[in-house]
Structure formats: C-alpha cells, structure tokens
C-alpha cells in the first residue's frame, strides 16, 4: 500500500481541506463568539450596558446567550458560508504547500530517511502559511467583518466585500491584517510542527494514527499554539474588523497599534480575551482535523490503490485481446506471404546466369 509521502500535494491538501470544513462547521458558534469578544472595547472601570445597538458580552456562555435573544439561532452562525469558504481556501492553501516544501526538503536533505527537526518543521510550516495566508486573507478580512456586523446591517459575503473594497482603504483593505497574518504562521508552524514532533515521540515508526490518537495530538498542539500567539490573534481580528465606536470609524494601521489601543483601555490582560472559546474552538478543530484528515488521506490511498489495481487489470485485459486478435491476422499474413516470397526466390535464382551458377 503507499505511504503518505506518495500522495500528491493536492490528495494532501484536498484531505485538510476537508476535514477543516467539516471541523469549523461542527463548532461554528465558538467562532463567533470569540470574534465578538475579541473585537468589543471595555475601559477599565467603565460600566457598559448591552443595548440592541451596542453589544457588551461578559463571557462565553452570556455572548451565546445575548446573540440568541438579539439575533436568533442564526445569529450564531453569521457568514458561515463565507467562513467555511476560507477555511477550505486557508486550509487547502496551507496543506498544499507544507506538502510541497516538506517534499523538497525531504528530497535534498542530506541524509535521506531521517526526519525533520523541531526547528525545520516549524520552518517548513511558516513558509507554507506565509504563502497560503498571501493568496487567502481576502476571505478571512470579509467574513470578520460579517461576523461583527450589527443585526440590522447585516450583508452578504459580495456585498461585505464591496464594502471593504470601497472603504478608504480601496482594493488593498482586502489585504489588511496581512502582516499580522504573517507574523502569525507561526501558529500552524508550532501546531503542525507540534503535530509531526509529537507523532514521532509517541508513535514512533506508525504513518497512520487511530482517530483518537490523531483528535488527542491535534488538541495538544493547538492548544499550544494558540496560547503562544493569543496577543497576535486578537490583534489581527481588531485590525480586520470595523473599528470600534471610540475611534470614530478610524481604523487601525497596524497590529501593534490595535495591541497599544487594548492595552491602553482595558489592560494588558485584554490581549488574551476570548481566550477561552479560542481554546475551547482550537482543541475540537484541531482535533477533529487531524482525525478527519488521517482518514481521508487513507481513504485516497485506498481509492487511488484501487484505481491502479483497476487500471493494470484493464491494460492487462487489453494486452490479452490485443494478442489474441494479432495471432491469426500474423498467420494469415505469414500463410499468404511464404507462396509469393518462394515464388520471388525461384524467378531470382532463375535470372542468375548459369555461368555464376
């Protein structure tokens, strides 16, 4: 059977892909709900009141609560379609290409067979986010603007975009956040690095895990990452959503100037807010992602075993009736071309002179 080196970037990338789609989906509330703490603004001893204009969640469970009453259950799962497109887009970016430069370097390492380091896979997985977050920040910038738009603003993906590209900005509001997201590739970097590390400590020499073993070393890693880059997650969706009402609809240049903003009104403490949905969103994602991605890179290997197998039994049956039909079609030449090539012979040997006879 193949190895999981043998699929190619894309079979790689098709499987992360779809296991992120189907790990977002399952837990989509946890991400709107983190996003709206993220972005909300509480000065330190000031006493907000949550109105139908002005939203103010306390916790995880009073944001789900209060979305609920204000927007309904589908306030829950506000640009969904828009968010799963760019964790498909994100996730078969980023696998596609941690494929192709961890091939690369698994090619011309200097001694092949041995794998990568601590260091080189969280390398090799910073390039790879860095390149995918390039072609796939537009979707992530659209969809947080969905997810924190007010119930009786609310626009569809196009239309948000729109918005975006005609804001002060222009075209490049598409991009915004970008260096924040660059800055942060070292979350998948330390979570698939995490990942691979962690694979090879406890499974040494096993290509596949079982579900539960893949679900338990996702979690762990992610786990590890978001607590590493928390500051610069709050950062980014700061910067990619509307600012907020004190700022008179000026938004922020930079990552770290969102993080001085935060620091300045609510305390250093606020740059981990909604941490612990983040966590809660990051463990079952991740988790679940991996599981899944395990099983569909199996399910690819099987399916393309069985389309070779398929493929060389039909080649195979080709190869017979090409024989089969050729066999008499070679006598029937043979049968007629012996009389006439013996008849060539006689006259040749009788135009010979007798003399060379």
Not at 115 to 121: F, I
Request: charged letters at 20%; a positive charge; proline letters at 6%.
């Amino acid at each position: 059977m193949s190895k999981p080196s043998d699929l190619a970037p894309w079979e790689s990338a098709v499987a992360g892909a779809a296991g992120a789609v189907i790990a977002n989906a399952m837990v989509y509330p946890l991400d709107i709900v983190k996003t709206r703490l993220q972005v909300q603004i509480k000065k330190r001893n000031q006493v907000v009141e949550h109105t139908a204009e002005h939203h103010h969640y306390e916790s995880t469970f009073d944001a789900i609560k209060k979305i609920i009453e204000h927007e309904g259950i589908h306030g829950l799962y506000s640009g969904f379609h828009g968010a799963l497109l760019g964790v498909a887009s994100t996730n078969f970016a980023y696998f596609y290409w941690y494929s192709v430069v961890r091939g690369l370097y698994t090619k011309y390492e200097t001694t092949p067979g041995t794998h990568p380091g601590t260091a080189v896979e969280l390398g090799l997985g910073a390039v790879a986010g860095a390149i995918a977050q390039i072609f796939t920040i537009p979707v992530a910038v659209v969809t947080t603007r969905q997810q924190t738009q007010p119930k009786g603003h609310k626009k569809g993906f196009w239309e948000t975009g729109k918005e975006v590209v005609h804001s002060e900005d222009g075209w490049s509001g598409l991009w915004r956040g970008l260096k924040a997201s660059l800055v942060l590739c070292v979350n998948p970097a330390i979570t698939y690095g995490a990942y691979q590390r962690l694979k090879d400590i406890l499974y040494p020499g096993r290509d596949r895990l079982h579900p539960w073993e893949a679900f338990l070393l996702g979690a762990l890693s992610k786990s590890l990452a978001t607590l590493t880059t928390q500051p610069l997650i709050v950062a980014k969706v700061g910067l990619q959503s509307r600012p907020p009402p004190a700022r008179e609809g000026k938004p922020f240049k930079s990552f770290s100037e969102v993080m001085a903003y935060i620091i300045e009104h609510e305390g250093p403490l606020a740059l981990f807010k909604g941490i612990g949905p983040q966590l809660v969103k990051g463990l079952l994602v991740q988790g679940l992602l991996m599981m899944t991605k395990e099983r569909v890179e199996l399910l690819f290997i099987l399916l393309f075993t069985y389309f070779r197998v398929l493929k060389e039994k039909r080649l195979k049956a080709i190869a017979e009736k090409l024989k089969t039909n050729t066999t008499p079609l070679t006598n029937g030449l043979k049968s007629r071309a012996m009389p006439v090539a013996e008849n060539v012979l006689d006259k040749a040997k009788a135009a010979i002179p007798a003399s060379v006879k």
